[in-house]
């Protein structure tokens, strides 16, 4: 019934054509064995090997630490999977009396059973991923292949390109894996996915399911916005009041489950960028502590509680008791303290604040912004550098040097010329905001925004180099555990693409730009691949929703 | 960082506010046992009981069958399982050391435990669901309840009201019921939803999830549109080879799969409504008979396979005995024949059907689509009466009294006015494609139309009952069983309500209502009734997405 919207031939346009013809079959035929994101090189041949887990090994040949060994036992249970999968197909088949040929038994490009991967990694392993970590690796595909590495990191990438080389054959009976050499590293260092636990509550086991999904689209950061107006499910020790504000006494992220999740995380190379957002988005932190917000008024009347009092030395102190309980918590060297969407308003409607601004000689609200945050971030010490939302900049505010500012609300260029050239770094979301829908695959306008290229010709290239990524955002007010994961995958793969290959849609900046996103990728390659990168995940356990048109995907189910 | 887009307060336009006040907590609390769909008529008191399974029994004190008793069975156990997600969450609590006081203890309104609910059925089952069936029932709670039907399914639809009737108290602890009265039967009698197992193929466990997703609704009519021009997952054993275009040999419905998904069904008071869908969307039939098909032509070369040959008596032929053997398996009294989307001018770049049309004196190839279901219509005989997409009657096709048009395109009245006026039945779709997707809680858009409320004053009252119901579209392109349920619902659950209770949002057609369509509905109780009802659908194990705004849902797990 949509064919008439969306599903005429993709190169009708280009004739008079006044019917179109639907073949049966899927729109896109899975590509078999292709990586995403694409390498940075690679080569393959037409010979290839079976895949037969019990006499395959995966095996240590340089140092190793906990970390590695940990990958290997998890990816020898992925290639297990991906052998039952097929497997299982095939016993379907022959209850069905299907005969599908062994394409293998007597193919010249045939070379025998996969026997072994080599894994050498050539320094001792780092404790935690981090910002400046080393991603890049080669590898060799052979009956004994090679995968060598000068950090842990860029082993768990490798150990990841690997498993996704091998696909299904023989009407899905078979597991092969090309012949094949790639060296891989990525064009930018920060990848992440924003999640939010404030306006929806996430369990435990989805959130670790999102890493599973990080690991597999070679994601390294997870932006855990975890509170907001909402809700507050971190559950403090120096604070216990602030989880009183938590959805239900159940809702709640203690200690130990953010150990979990950070472990977790650091065992697939993905660091844990916890959020604070603060002055605004602090409704939820009232609950315990309304003497911290700012008392808002209208026509002379108090509406209710608005952003954080920056006039009152109480909020700075919870501020900073708090902040040092959550770098204890998390590793990472960096905090998010937000500082966006502050109602500069509420505190201008509020007398005591007017008073404090006539005595500190200050004119605009935007000043109080200013002193805020002046005041905030030397609270995280030496411990932590700040990571801000782009309003902190607009405002004004002076930020220490090496500070990271998310641009999220301008596409264009200026944006990002100015906050470079005022010596900040910057990470990249205006274009990727996964909450923000329209019908079908809607992925492939990810591709439009390469973040470096948009400001090339306005700074120089070692200014170009501090945009230094980008994050792929899943505001949760219209997501929860039901369709958080299926409505973030594959579409985030498309940003993840973006971002470590650096690739650019060949016609994403067309003239028909606009026309295609509401009708079908013309990109025919790039949908292939997707197409078999969303069957991937969902055989190995993340579901993600259909990518594109018409198709299907086996999963041993 | 929606707020600005979607989160200021819904008054706040009405002033000059610059500011806005986020509370925390759930933008729409859900309400405590309210009924979805809204009854016809129900009035309810303060006094309440509690519900401890193991001293209540549903019981039957009139006729009865096996469709009854498998409800009473069904239903005890919606209540058991209720009941174990309240006593899991106090373990949780308990645990937790929080202690929420048990209120209904000393309250002057708590009348005790709820003893019994006695089911009067007054006449015998029927074995199937139709069109014309009778869903009244009226229901009194008390400690021993009554629910009384002249009708199995109205007996169904009340059994379902009762299990809405509970809610969950004193902090997620106690299950309680309101002493209440209802009489209940709906305003259309056709309420369903169209699935499209073509574009991608669902599990059989996908589909039986969606019937228990349209019993909680109170909708009526699974609409099945099983093949198109993708796939023809259908298993037929008079011609086997039509299933070699399925995507995969294990991705089809046996005889034995669709007699599952159809007593399943008639246990829950819901028709199965095939469609084959002829003369467009058949590329899947040209796998195994590409001579039933048509060759287009494109400057005078064969582009491929379009539309049926309404020329070729093979064509007849076999759907002839196609829909002899779908008679067979599917009960329902109707069998929907498509006819959309037809590509003429396929036809017209034929020379051999040019030449046809020249020999039957034909200027327009929307004659011979006129001619082709004048021919295919009779071809189901006495015993099943067709349903068509509203092209066949635009096409001007001769249709038999009392065939149904269904209208998807039209959403204004003039269709469904020529339709009624041309003495024809309407099912209406064409404002509720849930395929179309907006940012957020769009569901409330669904409400804006009310089939027969359209052509109020265009025809008369008898006319407008013609209008017989309307149907849900999920057409599945972009969804498959990793996110069709969550998609489907609540979304679908607004055009349940629209349909039984004939309910239009009490802001629907205001002056901001294509301004409301992008923020916040403004129907607040509804909204808040959406929260329960979409958290009610989790706790039954229909994994429905959150219809609104930042909030949450205890589901035991």
Chains 1, 2 share one sequence.
């Not at 501020?319 to 308003?345: A, C, M, T």
């Not at 002076?398 to 944006?415: C, D, F, M, R, Y």
Request: hydrophobic share 35%; net charge negative; glycine share 6%.
């Amino acid at each position: 019934m949509l064919r008439h919207i969306i599903f005429f031939n993709a190169f009708c346009v280009f004739f008079a054509a006044s019917f179109s013809i639907v073949k049966p079959g899927p729109t896109y035929p899975p590509t078999k064995g292709a990586i995403w994101p694409r390498p940075h090189e690679q080569t393959k041949s037409d010979t290839y090997y079976k895949l037969v887990p019990d006499s395959f090994t995966i095996t240590e040949k340089g140092q190793t630490c906990d970390i590695l060994k940990a990958a290997i036992e998890r990816y020898t249970n992925v290639l297990k999977n991906t052998y039952l999968i097929a497997d299982t197909h095939s016993k379907k088949l022959a209850n069905l009396n299907v005969n599908y040929p062994n394409t293998t038994e007597d193919d010249v490009n045939y070379k025998g059973t996969l026997q072994e991967l080599q894994v050498t990694l050539s320094a001792p392993c780092e404790t935690y991923p981090h910002l400046d970590m080393d991603e890049k690796y080669s590898l060799e595909v052979a009956a004994v292949s090679t995968l060598k590495s000068d950090s842990i990191w860029g082993a768990l990438r490798g150990l990841e390109t690997f498993a996704q080389l091998f696909y299904m054959s023989d009407g899905y009976k078979s597991v092969l894996i090309n012949t094949t050499q790639i060296v891989d590293y990525p064009k930018y260092k920060h990848r992440g996915l924003l999640i939010d636990t404030s306006r929806h509550y996430l369990p435990i086991s989805t959130i670790l399911k999102t890493l599973d999904a990080l690991e597999i689209n070679k994601m390294n950061v997870l932006h855990w916005h975890i509170v907001d107006d909402q809700s507050f499910p971190y559950q403090s020790d120096v604070f216990p009041q602030l989880s009183l504000a938590a959805y239900d006494p159940t809702m709640v992220y203690t200690a130990a489950d953010i150990s979990q999740i950070v472990n977790y995380a650091r065992d697939r190379g993905i660091r844990v960028l916890p959020e604070f957002d603060v002055p605004g988005h602090t409704s939820s932190w009232g609950v315990a502590y309304p003497s911290i917000l700012t008392t808002c008024y209208r026509f002379g009347e108090s509406i209710g509680l608005g952003p954080m009092d920056p006039t009152n030395n109480m909020t700075y102190k919870v501020i900073s008791d708090l902040f040092n309980e959550v770098q204890g918590r998390f590793p990472d060297k960096y905090i998010h303290v937000g500082g966006d969407e502050v109602e500069l308003d509420c505190w201008s409607s509020n007398a005591a604040i007017r008073k404090f601004m006539e005595e500190h000689n200050m004119t605009e609200t935007s000043e109080l912004h200013s002193l805020f945050m002046t005041n905030v971030i030397p609270l995280l010490g030496d411990r932590s550098k700040p990571i801000v939302w782009q309003e902190v900049f607009d405002e004004g505010v002076t930020l220490p040097s090496g500070s990271i500012v998310q641009v999220w609300k301008n596409i264009e260029a200026s944006e990002m010329v100015n906050i470079l050239n005022a010596g900040h770094k910057v990470i990249y979301s205006a274009s990727w905001y996964l909450d923000h829908l329209s019908t079908g695959g809607d992925w492939f306008k990810y591709y439009e925004v390469d973040p470096r290229n948009t400001v090339n010709g306005y700074v120089d290239k070692i200014k170009e180099s501090d945009i230094l990524g980008g994050e792929a955002c899943m505001w949760a007010e219209v997501v929860d555990e039901t369709n958080m994961i299926s409505r973030v995958w594959p579409r985030a793969s498309a940003v993840a693409e973006a971002l470590w290959s650096g690739y650019t849609s060949n016609t994403a900046d067309g003239p028909y730009r606009r026309w295609y996103r509401y009708s079908r990728n013309p990109d025919h390659e790039l949908s292939c691949r997707m197409e078999e990168h969303a069957c991937r995940m969902n055989r190995r356990g993340v579901r993600a929703q259909p990518p594109n048109y018409p198709g299907f995907c086996i999963t041993g189910n």
